[in-house]
């Protein structure tokens, strides 16, 4: 909507907000209704650039254009890839530093998060560029002369990271999202590897999971026998059923957004733990979730923020997965999550409430039948 509105304001970026502000980047955000109304942004862009200093970022997301949320994602890197990695001209490129990492951020995490993933990196003695997410445009440059780019979530970070090693030569790291104990220390071991700081980063390790193994002390009788269902995209929802595990809890089911090959792994992960799980791989399929918790009747649920009304329904405590303002990765995340999901299992009056108040509006014939019963195979499909 902004390009269509843009042609007709007196208002454009050049006028009255664009001097009160400066800003160094404009981003234009293409939604569904541009696309489907065919909206030229790119030529619209084009034709600002001789009227403002700032780089303006046309950022084409439309949703109905793919089947796959993450490919937002990609979107945006893509933009970024285009505009943003070369200074603009008069500027000097950043020196290459031997001891600068990328820390990938395309809201994996909030800034709690950063900051204790900074402070673990630190340890090792490095410095840590955070890419992009509130990133000035000095950071935005360096990242091209980083020693190495480092992954938060593979889900987010493919596109770009190639991009960065085929163009600027900068190495990644992309697996083993550090939410966990075990989680962490790999994550934390392959960048060791990577720069040459092995002996280093095992001191780290032993130091932090020293201290977590005395604070969690008080807190893992709670989760003992303990059931847990998990909701989430794919690598945050494999990843905190790890750390779960960890806590003490049986995982009785995991339901991912979507599926590709970085999430192969962090199953074999969890299928080592020698228990049966169910796993439901879709995005927007509530009535499935209601059936599934209806039969396996977890102690705790743990999903997105929009994502735990179906739950919270059916009486069972919840959990965020994901929230800026609170920690999730690293070991003070690990340490983090298990308090509140202590406190959750000690009072969850609240869900217990909600759930003999408030029901869902399936009918009770739906939970009597499979989850899964109306889905077909491409065989059943072709002789439909």
């Not at 304001?9 to 955000?29: A, C, I, T």
């Not at 991009?163 to 190495?171: A, K």
């Not at 700081?197 to 932090?208: F, H, P, Q, W, Y």
Request: glycine fraction near 8%.
């Amino acid at each position: 909507m902004w390009s269509t509105v843009a042609r007709r304001s007196s208002n454009r970026p050049s006028g009255r907000l664009y001097r009160e502000h400066s800003p160094k980047f404009l981003v234009v955000v293409t939604t569904c209704v541009p696309g489907i109304i065919g909206d030229d942004v790119d030529t619209l862009v084009d034709g600002m650039k001789h009227e403002i200093k700032a780089r303006i970022l046309p950022v084409h997301c439309e949703g109905f254009k793919t089947a796959i949320w993450a490919t937002a994602y990609d979107a945006v890197y893509h933009t970024i890839g285009r505009n943003l990695l070369e200074p603009p001209e008069g500027e000097s490129p950043a020196e290459p530093n031997q001891r600068l990492v990328n820390l990938m951020n395309v809201s994996s995490m909030g800034r709690p998060d950063e900051l204790e993933l900074v402070r673990l990196l630190g340890a090792l003695g490095l410095e840590v560029n955070i890419f992009p997410v509130f990133a000035d445009p000095s950071g935005i440059y360096r990242a091209t002369q980083a020693a190495l780019s480092i992954s938060t979530c593979p889900t987010h970070d493919d596109y770009f990271l190639k991009h960065l090693e085929e163009r600027y030569g900068v190495p990644y790291i992309i697996r083993h999202m550090p939410i966990g104990i075990a989680n962490t220390a790999l994550w934390l071991r392959d960048i060791a590897r990577a720069m040459k700081l092995e002996d280093k980063a095992e001191e780290v390790i032993s130091r932090e999971t020293a201290r977590l193994d005395a604070a969690l002390e008080p807190l893992l009788p709670a989760f003992r026998g303990k059931r847990a269902f998990i909701s989430a995209g794919e690598i945050r929802a494999l990843a905190n059923a790890a750390l779960l595990r960890e806590l003490g809890f049986e995982i009785v089911g995991v339901r991912s957004f979507h599926h590709d090959e970085f999430a192969e792994s962090e199953y074999e992960k969890l299928a080592a733990g020698g228990r049966d799980f169910v796993v439901n791989i879709a995005d927007c399929q509530p009535f499935e979730e209601a059936n599934l918790l209806r039969r396996l009747k977890p102690d705790m649920f743990m999903g997105h923020v929009n994502g735990n009304s179906t739950a919270g329904r059916l009486g069972i405590p919840t959990a965020v997965i994901y929230n800026v303002g609170m920690h999730f990765l690293g070991y003070r995340g690990v340490f983090e999550l298990a308090r509140r999901l202590e406190r959750q299992l000690r009072k969850p009056t609240f869900n217990r409430r909600l759930g003999e108040h408030v029901k869902l509006r399936y009918r009770e014939a739906w939970y009597q039948r499979d989850p899964f019963s109306h889905i077909r195979s491409r065989e059943e499909a072709n002789h439909g």
